[in-house]
């Protein structure tokens, strides 16, 4: 009994002393796109969605988004961040120029401060079209499980 306690102790010791292993989450992302969301509004009836996945052990993004009705072709499109619903941010992810047809899809990894803005909601994703360089049509990413 006492040699059982004893094994019983050191196990749970062993345990709580041993660093806690993060488990890691694939969580999905989306972003409606509107014109009615650039900072400022544009006159378009452009749209669009991004969906996505984020793998928090890989820090990886994977994204597609598809748009239809803007102004023109795609000029550019980025993820921006960090910044809440109605300000404006630098880019933080370019997307190339050659991947720019709907639907865009593409990867990056991230780095500790770009994981921490996209789980915050910081960040959004905006497609630039010739008439609207500041960006025609913009969604806000949110993560979620």
Known sequence: MKRNLTLSTLALTIALASPLVAMADMLNVHADLTAASEVPPKA??????????????????????????????ATMAHFHGPAPVGKN?????????????SPIKGHATLTDPQEKDLLAGEWYVNVHTAKNPGGEIRGQVEATK
């Open 44 to 73: 378009s009836d452009g749209h669009g969605q991004l969906t996505g996945t984020y793998d928090t052990s890989t820090k990886e993004l994977q994204w597609n988004v598809v748009y239809s009705n803007l102004t023109g072709p």
């Open 89 to 101: 941010a630098g880019v933080a992810i370019p997307i190339a120029a050659t991947d720019l047809p």
